[in-house]
């Protein structure tokens, strides 16, 4: 019989507790929350639905949407998938559903279904949940962990530190000789100050192109502008795998819009096609572009310097491809950045080369194990981040659930 301690009431907490729990019931496992209720981020998730993971079956196409942790989660992957997590809570009587965008979420639209879940499996295996338990410190001692909190005491024979990106619970790890890679946000919209956009929020466009100017950096996928400049899957995407990138810029760089995913030569072929078999027709009137919504190709077509009042056959060959060039190579300046608040995702963590990958157990210490977003892993949006803390969670369960 084993004492388990896993530090952290989350995600990846729980799957470790449980499977745990459940592969040697004559261990003693307890959670240590230091807030007064667990699994706050599966509550706040996917807008209060919880984007349980994505559909994605393949391994070798599921690592590509970690910007950090793409090599090391390839094994893991082989162990615990996407279909195992579905079959995990569908045999715990929570049915899923997959969306348009392959998404997965709860059929009840609620995290409170997946909170339940997790919180009953637990206590139906056995585990304890101690909540209001800040760690203080943790030292080994003759084998063992010592886990000091405000209140107590805590020795255990294996500990998982599963704490999320808390930079108190990385101070933890540095103590136990683990190294840190510092922090950087990873998914954060880009703030822009420009006329084009800047009173026209809730506008998207369904596949833009999105690059970051003198870099390799580049994201296609719905845009969307708000009132702190631009948004939306492309530009979260691009956030994540240029996180480290964008940071050491201050968040000061160029950012070139393609609307349409299009050629400038294509455009403007067409722009030159609508001159000719329309020419009486005021440009600005009507988006000549299904993808484009008519107040967007407004402010696009006067930044081309285009008059409000021309008409089609009024147009010169430059201004044709100022237009083409606007829908296709706009350039805006971003300055700084805006995070979401509670689902907060960082860059960053225990430094992965110290993980061995197939029990998420440190290499430095035996029985010492990493599992979620306190290792130096990350991902785009789309259930992802949820996905590397349920495959954490199991390998980790089941590797200190052994003798």
């Known amino acids: 019989m084993s004492k388990i301690v896993i530090i952290g009431g989350g995600a990846a907490g729980f799957f470790a507790a449980i499977t745990a729990a459940e592969s040697n019931p004559e261990n003693?496992?307890?959670?240590?929350?230091?807030?007064?209720?667990?699994?706050?981020?599966?509550?706040?998730?996917?807008?209060?639905?919880?984007?349980?993971?994505?559909?994605?079956?393949?391994?070798?196409?599921?690592?590509?949407f970690y910007p950090r942790g793409k090599k090391e989660l390839l094994g893991p992957f082989h162990q615990f998938m996407t279909g195992n997590t579905m079959e995990w809570f569908e045999n715990r009587g929570v049915p899923l559903k997959i969306e348009e965008d392959n998404r997965i979420f709860p059929e009840s639209n609620s995290s409170q279904t997946i909170i339940d879940c997790l919180t009953q499996s637990a206590e139906n295996a056995g585990v304890k949940v101690w909540l209001e338990q800040n760690v203080q410190s943790v030292v080994k001692s003759n084998k063992k962990f010592e886990i000091k909190t405000k209140t107590q005491t805590i020795t255990a024979d294996k500990l998982l530190i599963a704490a999320g990106s808390n930079p108190k619970i990385w101070a933890l790890a540095e103590t136990l000789e683990h190294s840190i890679i510092p922090p950087v946000p990873s998914l954060?919209?880009?703030?822009?100050?420009?006329?084009?956009?800047?009173?026209?929020?809730?506008?998207?466009?369904?596949?833009?192109?999105?690059?970051?100017?003198?870099?390799?950096?580049?994201?296609?996928?719905?845009?969307?502008?708000?009132?702190?400049?631009?948004?939306?899957?492309?530009?979260?995407?691009?956030?994540?795998?240029?996180?480290?990138?964008?940071?050491?810029k201050n968040y000061q760089y160029n950012v070139e819009v393609n609307w349409l995913s299009s050629s400038t030569e294509v455009v403007l072929k067409i722009l030159k096609s609508i001159k000719e078999n329309e020419p009486k027709k005021q440009v600005i009137l009507r988006s000549q572009f299904t993808e484009i919504p008519k107040r967007l190709w407004e402010r696009l077509v006067l930044a081309s310097t285009i008059q409000f009042d021309s008409k089609w056959a009024d147009l010169s060959n430059r201004e044709l491809q100022q237009l083409a060039e606007q829908l296709t190579k706009c350039i805006f300046n971003a300055n700084g950045k805006s995070t979401f608040k509670d689902e907060f995702v960082t860059a960053g963590g225990v430094r992965l080369k110290e993980i061995n990958f197939k029990r998420f157990e440190s290499k430095l210490h035996k029985n010492l194990f990493f599992a979620g977003e306190v290792l130096n892993i990350d991902a785009v949006t789309g259930g992802f981040n949820f996905q590397n803390a349920w495959t954490g969670g199991f390998i980790s369960g089941n590797a200190m659930s052994e003798d």
């Open 188 to 248: 954060f919209t880009f703030n822009i100050n420009d006329k084009r956009i800047k009173e026209i929020p809730g506008i998207s466009v369904p596949n833009a192109t999105v690059k970051i100017v003198n870099t390799k950096l580049e994201s296609s996928g719905p845009l969307l502008i708000t009132h702190w400049g631009l948004s939306g899957p492309a530009v979260l995407k691009l956030s994540a795998f240029g996180a480290i990138i964008l940071a050491d």
């Open 28 to 64: 003693e496992v307890i959670i240590l929350e230091k807030s007064k209720k667990v699994l706050h981020k599966v509550k706040i998730s996917g807008g209060g639905r919880c984007n349980v993971t994505h559909a994605s079956f393949i391994p070798n196409e599921l690592v590509e």
